[in-house]
């Protein structure tokens, strides 16, 4: 049998989830097994996706057979397919546990449950057209689509905390757009056009007035993707969500932000990657590294400390700007991509278990969790696999993508940055390890009767994990591809 | 001394954008950024349309985008107004 085409699965990637979602809103209930469908769909379009591009390699849709200026361009390159693949299997994840989390149909959180899947299923959509879009404007709508979805799935929680953090975020999130939008209006004219292809051909890169929008693209992108110093917003928003937003948002649409910065700078502004440019967002990535990991460290509950480690390991991921500048940039925007994929499934898979373990010890607080036993232990399995790829032991995801970063940075004797890189993996191995023996070795008892954990709130973490742990195996095929990756990702 | 032409737009604009900007930062009342961010995307949009008028004819591109873009600040906005109404229910 043959699969649907790239163009036909591509439009139903990003239309499904939109139309569902308004479907869902607009009919006022939910019922959980055609939501739970429509996530399957999504997930199985997106694996069909894949296959087609190991095949047939990248392709360019014309939305309504238009030409650009006018028309919309959209582009399936092998990173975005990446981010497509991880999004749908995060976001399946993040579905079924969504169903298993709130439980009553009533009160505050039978609203929540109403309201979970659709706000998520918009949050999807704005995610997909993001990782298929290439031209600068189509970028802004989808990164509004998605930053609206995520203000609203943090202010599903409605503590004040939570609201509090659901503004700040929002505030943050919209100047980032417009500055980002101040970007795209300096490069349109000077240029007159937002298609990514035709922007790398003329792009003057020693032009001043390029230079600005290339600078006010990528601050808008930073505060976006929260990287430090314009992270202040994460660890509320992310620590004070329901565990299945925070796994959705951390995993999934910080790390958008952060692919559209790899986009920016692998494509069309890849001229204007030169010592300067790449050492200052290297240093900004040092800083993240640093400031995040050390606070991950202090934070004595669960949720805040794996929020920090998010501003810490987008810290790592920033470090591919300085080894780009020179060499080969292929293998390190391979190492970049399976960066990113690794850290959407393992950050998932930690902030679920998270969300089981609170639930099972009836405390956020590191030292008052339950230990390894009951139910529990699954949970427990799962941060435990999750740390391992998030710190990038063999043969994890997470060992493939340090990997190549680390020969690019071997190869081009950047000695600085590959000590920048072992020194965060050791931080991230110090916050996670401490997380482990403070809540192993000295477990408490958790309440009594323990409250049910339904393999709902189990399975998804553990899968997600597991699967980080195991694709890593398969990655160094794609380093492999990588080549053929420099070769069809337009502008690098 | 002439001004080349749309110089006093994107003077406005730049204008604007500081105006918005200085206000996101320094206003402490909620309701007071977000009309801030609001004149920060005002300026944005009319240096978008400058940009587009300038030479003979008129691009419309630029148009589409700022329309397009003024849907959007008002979906946020809204959003955010929304957000606000919530959280000064919830003022303990």
Known sequence: MDLPSTAVLVVVLVTLPLAAATLLFASGRQPRTLTLAAALLLTVAALALGWNVHIEGVSVHRIGGWAAPLGIHWQVTPSGTVMLLATALVGLAGAVYGAGYFLHRAGPEGRMARVFMPLWLFAWGGLNALFVAADLFNLYVALEVMTLASVALVALSARRMALQAAMRYLLAGLFGSVIYLLGVALLYGQYGVLDFDALATMLDPDDPGSRAGAVALTVGLLAKAAIFPLHFWLPGAHGRAEPPVSALLSGLVVAAAFYLMLRLWFGPLAGMLNFGAGTLLGVLGAGALLWGGVLALLQRRLKMLVAYSTVSQFGFAMLVFPLAVSGNRAPVLAGGTLLLANHALAKAALFLAAGTLVRASGSERIGQLVGFSGRARWAWLAVILASAALIGLPPTLGFSAKWLLLQAAVTEGAWWWLAVMLGGTLLTFAYLGRLLELALLDAAPGPSPPPVLTPALLAPALLLALLACVTGLWAFDFELDGKALARLEPGS | ?92
């Open chain 2, 1 to 92: 001394m002439s001004l080349p032409p749309g110089t006093l737009f994107l003077l406005a604009s730049a204008l604007l954008f500081a105006i918005g900007t200085h206000g996101l930062v320094t206003c402490r009342h909620l309701l007071r950024k977000v009309l801030a961010l609001n004149v920060a995307t005002t300026g944005v949009f009319l240096l978008l349309v400058t940009l587009g008028r300038s030479g003979t004819t008129v691009d419309p591109v630029p148009h589409a985008m700022v329309l397009t873009g003024i849907v959007v600040a008002l979906s946020t906005t809204a959003v955010a107004l929304g957000l606000i109404v919530r959280l000064e229910r919830r003022r303990p």
